[in-house]
Structures are given as C-alpha cells and as structure tokens.
C-alpha cells in the first residue's frame, strides 16, 4: 500500500469519525439502513410474490432507502445544533427513541413483505389492525426530530451560517414536520392511499408508483416530507446573493410557494385527480 493510499484512506477514516461524532445514533442506523438494503435488493431478485402490482419486497426498499436519506440529512444537519446539544442526556433520549421508532418501522414493513402481506391499511387480523396506529404514533415520533432541529437550528447563535440558508435550514425542517402530520395523518384514517372511483393503481409514476388514474395521496406526502430538502437546497442557491435581505425575501417567497404546492397536491389528490392531471390531458 502506497503512502498516497494509506494516507487517502486515512482522510476517509477520519472524515467517518468526524461525521459520526455529530449524532452517533443516527449515524449508526443510517449505515445499519445502507446495508440493510443488499438483502432486501437480493430478496427481490429471488422472491417473485407480488402485492399491488409490485414486488413484495419493494415497499420495504423504499422506505430503508427513504429514512436513509432521512437520518442521513439530520447527520449533516447537526453540524449547525447548538454545541454540545448531542452529548445532554435529553437529547440522547430522545435521539435513541427516534431510532427505536425507526428500526420498529423498518422491522414491521419488512415483516410484512415476509409473510406475504400489506403493512399498511391492514386489518386482516387483529394484530394488524392493532399495530397500524401503534406505527402511525411511532411515524410521527421520528418525523418530530425535524421539528426538534428546526428549532434547536433556530436557537443557536454560534451556528455561523448565511442568514439565507439558515433560514431556509429551519422552515423546511419545521414544515416537514407540520405538512407531514397533516398529510400522513389523514392519509392513515383513510384506509387508503388512493382517492377516486378507479380502485386499481393501473400504470403509475415511473419509480414513485402514483397512480395516474385517479387521487394518490402518497404524492403530497412525498413533497411535505422533502421539504427539509427542497427548501435548504434553494436556500443554499441563493445564499450567495449580496443582498441579504433580498436573499432572505427569496427564501420566504419560496417557502410560501413550496407550502402552496403541497397543499394543492394535497387537494388535487382530495379531489379524485391524478398528479400532474392537466399534463397528463
């Protein structure tokens, strides 16, 4: 081994430790999820079971790989919590219940799919029926560590980021959290994710699954979930303009819009129509 390898693999290791010394929980799981999702790509590849329309196994790869990305934002966003905050005994509470709640999820989900199952809308048996809202409690505890954030992110006066970024930082933690309650919320009670008189998903999205044949609540569910993505990410594009006040109006008139966006959606869905109906003709 040279000595720019040994020393290139020294950076990595070091830039690993680094990264997991800014939440270790979360971190753990998040790495836990990466290698979760080999099995899962290889249980798809040799089990053939399908359930509404798709392959068993699925559902589960894509909820590991939605709260890899989940757990993977809040990592790097730890970075602008006030020091210290990860190492208070609250903190690593509520951290470890978070990731209690998403290894619960992730175990049912994948459970399901084993027994050849729904997770979700399930009322087959009792256990299903009874473990449905358990989950539905345990989605809005880890889905409440973007609010926590947003908050904590608000209140640090040492974070030394662009007013800008900062501000878009903590909207679209704290809307992930809210629009996501909302969204999921009455998605939950509806016992199902479809709106319309067509009961068949038929053709859907490429890679999301929508429906295009009639309401797919799981749309406006996506989009308030990724609003701590969106939002930051503009945030971040505009975080360079001189003008920090017009950076700032830039970031709130986004904001606005992105919230507007959800919530028609959200009605679109409500209503009966596809994503994207009056593209679709």
Known sequence: MTGNTISRFNGLAGSAARIYALEPVFAAITLFLIALMIPTLAAMGLDNRMLQAE????????????????LATLVWFASWLPDGTTRKLPYRVFSLVVGFCILAEVVWISGAAMFGTPSHFNTSNPFMTWIYPVMGAFAATLTSAALIYGILIARNPNSALNPAL???????LVLTFFLTALVAGFLSSQGTHLVGSAMSNGEGFPLMGWSRQQGDLRVAHFFATHAMHAIPLFGLCVSGVKNSRFALLLVAGFSVG?????VFSFVQALNGEPFLAFVQG
């Open 55 to 70: 392959n068993i196994w699925a559902k589960p790869l894509k909820f590991q790989f939605a709260l890899t990305i989940y």
């Open 166 to 172: 900062r501000l878009a930082l903590v909207t679209g």
């Open 258 to 262: 992105y919230l507007a966006f959800v």
